[in-house]
């Protein structure tokens, strides 16, 4: 049985850092490109970054370029997201998200297998 649990949300101040961290189960973890969506309250998910199947190639978002960064250890099995200067628009449900055969992919619908979420509140 395949499980993403993630970890690490929490209540947080403007300018912020926080480390999510997404750890794999049930899988081959080198198999999967790994990244990140968030949903705020009444918006739809939205892609974060994602992470290529061993780590060499990283997309994120424009609206988190140059202040989150995505990462993976294969010894592991776990995904990070470092996210630096938190901002409010930044609240939201962080879910990490597992794909067999794509990577740098935008769609959710591209990703095979999703963790419960882990709640990030940023106050202003």
């Known amino acids: 049985q395949v499980q993403l649990v993630e970890s690490g949300g929490g209540l947080v101040q403007t300018g912020d850092s926080l480390r999510l961290s997404c750890t794999a189960s049930?899988?081959?973890?080198?198999?999967?490109?790994m990244a990140w969506f968030r949903q705020a309250p009444g918006k739809e998910r939205e892609f974060v970054a994602s992470i290529s199947w061993v780590g060499d190639n990283a997309v994120h978002a424009d609206s988190v370029l140059g202040r989150f960064t995505i990462s993976r250890d294969s010894a592991k099995n776990t995904l990070y997201l470092r996210m630096n200067s938190l901002k409010p628009e930044g609240t939201a449900v962080y879910y990490c998200a597992a794909s067999l055969n794509y990577a740098g992919s935008y769609a959710y619908q591209h990703y095979d297998y999703w963790g419960q979420g882990t709640q990030v509140t940023v106050s202003s």
């Open positions: 049930g899988l081959t973890f080198s198999d999967y490109a």
